[in-house]
């Protein structure tokens, strides 16, 4: 049995994977219609974290946030309250790196082993396996979740001790976010100039200027189409997370620190809960296009 807290956007995409496995799952959400969707074959509805505990030795993560996650494996009817020493929890979550750390620390003082293990791509790339997982932890625990991984990635990459997982997976959104901000920037333009964007798409992805982003999300901001595949919230969420960890380091974030003002000003325009391609919709406003 395979626990599974959060059912969510990328938390439900799991599940379908793992029943696709043969993965037999002890699910939780703190939203009882989420549970309701899910069960059927080979799902097992549990009543709170510790329930869930209660019936798996390998649990995986989907949450929003480290808070959210210290509150579920640490808190009353928490993970911990049930956990059996020697399980493994799996946290997938886009996490802050150092309570990521601070909580692997605290859990192997009780003899539980932990994992930060970051998805790269969204919830429908998850359906379709088609995502990178970067982990951080002990290779011995990484190597007994590997079946775990398999279900639903395309590769997984070991990155090195507690927190490395966490801290990887905030390096590369802060590319990818990027991409997209560009995307978005370029599209506009064009726009303003008269420029065909249908065809210009097709141009960058056949050129120099290609990033997978393109294929992703180039159709969505060229439609309006944003259907969420992961939050424009969320991405603020690690963005800022991105700009903690620069401040850390002494490293200097200047474009970083750009994206999250257009990303607040999305949340301000009501975008929040859109998908993270209608950043393009910000620049949109900006240039005075309806």
């Known amino acids: 049995m395979l626990g599974l807290i959060g059912l969510g956007l990328v938390g439900s995409a799991l599940v379908e994977r793992f029943r696709d496995k043969g993965l037999e799952i002890a699910g939780y959400d703190i939203d009882s219609e989420k549970i309701k969707a899910h069960e059927g074959d080979g799902f097992t509805p549990c009543k709170s974290p510790a329930d869930v505990a209660d019936k798996a030795r390998r649990i995986v993560l989907s949450l929003p946030d480290s808070y959210v996650v210290n509150d579920v494996v640490t808190g009353a009817r928490g993970v911990l309250s049930a956990v059996s020493p020697g ?23 009780r003899s539980i082993r ?21 982990v951080g932890g002990t290779l011995p625990v990484f190597e007994l979740c590997t079946d775990i991984f398999e279900a639903f990635s395309l590769r997984t990459f070991h ?42 798409l097709d141009v960058f992805k056949m050129g120099g200027a290609y990033s997978r982003v393109m294929d992703i999300k180039g159709e969505k901001m060229i439609t309006g189409d944003f259907t969420t595949q992961a939050a424009l919230d969320q991405h603020l969420k690690d963005v800022e997370l991105i ?29 929040a809960e859109q998908d993270n391609s209608a950043i393009v919709e910000v620049l949109r406003k900006m240039a005075g296009i309806k």
């Open 87 to 109: 399980a493994i929890i799996v946290d997938t979550t886009t996490a802050d790196p150092q309570m990521s750390t601070a909580l692997a620390k605290r859990l192997e003082s």
């Open 114 to 134: 932990f994992l930060d293990a970051t998805i790269l791509g969204s919830s429908k790339q998850v359906r379709e396996s088609d995502v990178l997982v970067m």
């Open 159 to 200: 990155m090195g001790p507690s927190g490395k997982g966490a801290e990887a997976k905030l390096i590369v959104n802060l590319v990818l976010g990027l991409n997209r901000l560009v995307l978005a920037e370029g599209l506009v333009l064009a726009q303003k100039t008269g420029v065909d964007i249908d065809v210009l």
């Open 243 to 271: 700009l903690d960890l620069g401040a850390r380091t002494e490293t200097p974030l200047p474009v970083t620190g750009l994206h999250a003002q257009l990303l607040r000003t999305g949340v301000a325009l009501g975008l």
